[in-house]
């Protein structure tokens, strides 16, 4: 049922983009004459020939369709459906100029904008929209598709916490299967024991069976699996691995064989890609509008206290790699010898390495702190390419010594000037959960989220929370 209704959803979705391209190109044409703007041009003028109409129409699709538009693995997240349909909105209108080019080179650029414009305005517009209905209708829209977890402990937990999450496009949990009927989840029952599969699953009408046992029950996963393929279900599997999510784990083919990648980048070579484009273009412009204000730091640092403008220090950068960072001096020559004196340990034994008194700091490193002008040095480390402007933030060593397992996951990125932690909360926050911060920013990464960082980050640095 699920499949027909999202069979039947992705052709609407496809009819109603290509209707919204059409409007919004009607629309241009009808607006460029009425408006002030640019060169007079006369309706007549601005009227476009039927058959471009049709070109627009074979290019979206075409497009659209190439670019997984309608993919519903790809568009589950709304910031990535918004990233999704800007991409390929991008490059058909990328195309639509180069057809324009050698076909009809006289359209209006004016004209050719306000296409652009609001096009996008309209299938983002529309996809909000249709997230909206769903979310009001509470998934009432979709034919239900009845979820049955097998296994109550955390694996479980963390997959009908997700199954929540989406909820509004159909999935309805039905309750667990485990061997400890006392287990429960916010009220989600446990229904049965393992035994007792086939029985649960026809008396409930379940539709989709997860089995999310940890490992040292997945000795009978295999009769479960014999049971169930017994019932008109959909079965899959949860390895007890669910750190493989941190880290992107996929199925790959390797030699003819499905094997689980385990190494597999956080990033994909094409979001590398736009992180890399991205760092180059907004960095060196940062850079240029920078450059007086750090000439003026410099020369206050060296009037203020004696020893080097510019602090050179070794961090943790990307997959572990050394690197020295860039920070103007801050504090007295000779401060890291003194490290031992300013730490602090909280009551769980985590340590604070940063606080607003400490006595190392001088004047002028004071004020620049304040507003986190010592950090813009760190430009040249993201042109070099040993920093990212957007990312985890790099780490001492001796620190790195002292982490646990799962925060080493930081360092599968870029390391950044700021991230998502630091406009969550700056220094506030204990080095512990920097990390959980971190890990969110490299589970829900995208282009978007960068941009909304670096935006943040402005408001973060003016409040002057957090910063010593």
């Known amino acids: 049922m699920l499949k027909r209704f999202s069979t039947n959803l992705t052709l609407a979705l496809l009819i109603?983009?290509?209707?919204?391209?059409?409007?919004?190109?009607?629309?241009?044409?009808?607006?460029?004459?009425r408006l002030d703007w640019g060169a007079s041009l006369s309706s007549k003028q601005a009227q476009l020939p039927p058959h471009l109409y049709l070109i627009v129409a074979i290019i979206w699709g075409l497009t659209f369709i190439a670019l997984s538009v309608y993919d519903h693995k790809r568009t589950l997240r709304a910031i990535d459906e918004i990233q999704t349909v800007f991409v390929a909105t991008g490059m058909a209108i990328l195309i639509f100029a180069g057809v324009l080019y050698f076909s009809f080179r006289q359209t209006s650029r004016l004209l050719f904008t306000y296409f652009f414009a609001l096009d996008l305005t309209f299938l983002l517009s529309s996809r909000l929209g249709l997230r909206l209905i769903f979310k009001l209708l509470n998934g009432r829209a979709h034919q239900s598709t009845r979820v049955l977890i097998i296994g109550a402990g955390n694996v479980g937990h963390k997959v009908a916490e997700m199954i929540r999450e989406y909820a509004w496009t159909g999935l309805e949990l039905v309750g667990y299967l485990d061997d400890d009927p006392a287990k429960f989840d916010n009220g989600l029952p446990v229904l049965g024991t393992l035994s007792e599969a086939q029985q649960v699953v026809q008396a409930y009408g379940v539709d989709e069976v997860i089995i999310a046992l940890p490992l040292r029950a997945h000795d009978r996963m295999a009769d479960l699996v014999q049971v169930l393929q017994q019932t008109p279900v959909n079965i899959r599997v949860v390895p007890d691995f669910f750190a493989m999510a941190l880290f992107q784990a996929k199925v790959e083919e390797f030699g003819g064989m499905p094997l689980i990648g385990l190494r597999v980048p956080a990033l994909s070579e094409f979001d590398r890609l736009v992180k890399r484009?991205?760092?180059?273009?907004?960095?060196?412009?940062?850079?240029?509008?920078?450059?007086?204000?750090?000439?003026?730091?410099?020369?206050?640092?060296?009037?203020?206290?004696?020893?080097?403008?510019?602090?050179?220090?070794?961090?943790?950068g990307?997959?572990?790699?050394?690197?020295?960072?860039?920070?103007?001096?801050?504090?007295?020559?000779?401060?890291?010898?003194?490290?031992?004196?300013?730490?602090?340990?909280?009551?769980?034994?985590?340590?604070?390495?940063?606080?607003?008194?400490d006595p190392r700091v001088t004047r002028v490193g004071r004020f620049i702190r304040r507003f986190s002008?010592?950090?813009?040095?760190?430009?040249?480390?993201?042109?070099?390419?040993?920093?990212?402007?957007?990312?985890?933030?790099?780490?001492?060593?001796?620190?790195?010594?002292?982490?646990?397992?799962?925060?080493?996951?930081?360092f599968t990125v870029p390391q950044g000037i700021t991230g998502w932690w630091q406009v969550n909360g700056r220094s506030n926050k204990l080095m512990h959960e920097h990390t959980e911060e971190d890990i969110f920013y490299i589970k829900n990464y995208s282009l978007l989220l960068d941009i909304l960082i670096l935006w943040k980050t402005i408001g973060a640095v003016l409040k002057r929370e957090g910063a010593y």
């Open 373 to 410: 002008l010592d950090e813009l040095p760190q430009l040249f480390n993201v042109l070099k390419g040993e920093m990212s402007l957007v990312g985890p933030r790099p780490e001492l060593p001796w620190l790195v010594e002292r982490y646990e397992p799962w925060q080493r996951m930081r």
């Open 318 to 357: 990307e997959n572990g790699r050394l690197f020295l960072m860039y920070k103007f001096r801050s504090m007295v020559d000779g401060a890291e010898q003194m490290q031992d004196q300013v730490n602090e340990v909280d009551e769980e034994g985590h340590i604070i390495h940063k606080k607003p008194d």
């Open 16 to 33: 109603s983009d290509l209707f919204l391209t059409e409007l919004a190109l009607y629309l241009a044409s009808y607006i460029r004459p």
């Open 277 to 316: 484009a991205f760092d180059l273009i907004v960095g060196f412009i940062l850079l240029l509008i920078s450059l007086p204000i750090m000439a003026i730091i410099a020369i206050a640092i060296k009037l203020d206290s004696p020893g080097p403008v510019i602090f050179r220090q070794k961090r943790v």
